[in-house]
């Protein structure tokens, strides 16, 4: 049976290469998926699988088997992020200020491609496959709540997700079982001083300085208030204040985030970061006030779910086809629907030859590597239905 799926997915390379592209041409940024989602939606229905509307722009397909049997979910996030795109490409965005920089473009195409291979054998397998279109995983705290809030896992017993990876050879599978993805929060910092004539410093109370001050004082809690074994990360990703060279602002703004794996440590950090923001403020007589968001929870990938992934990964292309993983600091709400069922998130190598980094203005995947995924996707939910029939 693997041979035919993985036969299957390459059989549809063109198409899937295409139905990539076609997102990639014309991304849609978080809570606006609406032409994507129509697409998508479309799609499903010409298969003759129904089709509902969740969080807004989210969708959930049923396809349905021979009776009797489980039922297992298959994800897919849809929005690109607000930034525009660079280089050149078969297929650059069309939209303004709008760029699929994550792979969510190829994530969308596999997912189509399985839900073709698995349409096409609906009488071969008992239970049911949900494929879940997920709206604004870039922007917390994201879509998957609002998804499952409204029924995307009503009566669905596991769920299974990847990721397009830069960082790996293509067609190669990360898998690890435990902490896979930190919690990443977000933070923002407003210094409110008192402005004035660049000339003319002490009349004024400079919230430039401040902020300075904050920027290298924040990056200490991670130094020195944290076990080096345990991750951390504190990141600046704005700073914006002032008009023109000459003139000192009343106000500065900075914003950021923290990511972390446990609990206890995210505690500090949040303890840290107010007390710090607040000492620096004080000393230089300026009023900072910090306001922080806690985003996704870490994703913890079940051990026993990683054991079937791998399982199945092996059936696939053999052991040599899974490459050693180390835990990432970047967030993914796939973590909310594992607070909930069983599951797995695995990381499939998309870098060859392209060497610009997810969330690069310039990022671009290897089309390649969309057949494994697409093979992948359908394998899981397969086996997943074959071991639990």
């Not at 190829?106 to 709206?135: N, T, Y």
Request: proline share 7%; glycine share 10%.
């Amino acid at each position: 049976m693997w041979d035919d799926i993985k036969n299957e997915a390459a059989a549809l390379s063109v198409r899937l290469s295409g139905w990539r592209r076609a997102f990639h041409r014309h991304p849609e940024i978080a809570f606006k998926e609406f032409k994507t989602a129509a697409t998508l939606k479309s799609f499903f229905e010409a298969l003759g699988i129904p089709v509902q509307t969740l969080a807004g722009t989210g969708l959930r397909a049923d396809l349905s088997g021979r009776p009797g049997g489980r039922t297992v979910a298959l994800r897919a996030d849809m929005d690109a992020l607000p930034l525009q795109e660079e280089g050149e490409k078969p297929s650059l965005s069309e939209n303004f200020g709008a760029c699929h920089a994550c792979g969510h473009d190829g994530h969308m195409a596999a997912l189509m491609g399985a839900a073709e291979i698995l349409a096409r054998r609906k009488e071969s397998f008992r239970g049911r496959v949900v494929f879940l279109c997920q709206p604004a995983e870039e922007l917390p705290p994201g879509g998957a709540l609002p998804m499952i809030e409204e029924g995307a896992l009503d009566g669905v017993d596991a769920i299974f997700g990847l990721h397009l990876w830069q960082s790996l050879q293509t067609g190669k599978v990360g898998l690890l079982a435990g902490p896979l993805m930190a919690q990443a929060d977000n933070f923002r910092i407003t210094v409110t001083g008192r402005g004035g004539h660049g000339s003319m410093p002490q009349a004024t109370a400079d919230p430039i300085l401040a902020a300075g001050h904050l920027i290298v004082a924040l990056q200490s809690i991670v130094s020195r208030n944290i076990d080096p074994l345990k991750p951390a990360v504190l990141s600046f990703g704005t700073v914006s204040g002032g008009t023109v060279y000459n003139i000192i602002p009343n106000e500065v703004r900075l914003s950021g985030t923290v990511r972390t794996f446990e609990p206890e440590v995210q505690a500090l950090m949040k303890k840290r970061l107010a007390e710090i923001v607040e000492a620096t403020g004080q000393a230089g007589d300026v009023r900072a006030v910090l306001e922080y968001e806690d985003g996704y929870p870490p994703l913890i990938n079940p051990p026993d779910s990683v054991e079937f992934a791998r399982r199945t990964v092996e059936s696939l292309w053999g052991p040599e086809a899974i490459v050693p993983f180390r835990p990432v600091m970047g967030g993914e709400d796939f973590a909310r629907y594992l607070q909930k069922i069983p599951g797995a998130f695995l990381f499939l190598g998309s870098g060859d030859g392209k060497p610009h980094p997810h969330h690069h203005p310039g990022f671009d995947i290897d089309e390649r590597a969309l057949v494994p995924a697409t093979a992948l996707l359908s394998a899981l939910a397969l086996s997943f239905l074959e071991e639990t029939r």
